[in-house]
């Protein structure tokens, strides 16, 4: 491929990128003018203000913040040890296979609470 086949194909992509991109825009916008119309509605329905909206959004963006964060969550203190291998566990999510194996051997989640 020359040079010049390449810097005119390279053209055209580049062309039909801004096409394409300018149409997905667009699709955007029109997806969203019903979605806009429907808010609006349910505004004027329920006599909402636009400060309504604006303190909810606030709660809910400081909320978000902490929940969207990629900050690793604390872990929790362990609730249950294993007296043997001294294998940990919080109570929460899946129980590990020595609990799981000692309550099917008829013992009690409280053997293993950590005091």
């Known amino acids: 491929m020359s040079v010049e086949t390449y810097s005119s194909a390279k053209q055209k992509i580049e062309k039909e990128i801004l096409r394409l991109q300018k149409q997905m825009k667009s699709l ?21 203000t636009l400060e309504e909206v604006a303190e909810a959004l606030e709660k809910t963006s400081k909320r978000g913040a902490s929940a969207g964060s990629n900050e690793p ?6 609730k249950y040890r294993h007296p043997g291998t001294q294998d940990t566990w919080t109570g929460r999510g899946r129980p590990p296979r020595w609990i799981i194996d000692a309550e099917a051997q008829g013992q009690s989640r409280d053997d293993f609470l950590i005091k």
Not at 28 to 48: C, F, G, H, L, T
Not at 73 to 78: E, I, R, V
Request: hydrophobic fraction near 35%; aromatic fraction near 0%; charged fraction near 30%.
């Open 73 to 78: 969550k604390a872990s929790l203190p362990p």
């Open 28 to 48: 955007k916008v029109k997806q969203r003018r019903p979605v806009i119309a429907s808010i609006v509605k349910s505004m004027q329905d329920n006599e909402i």
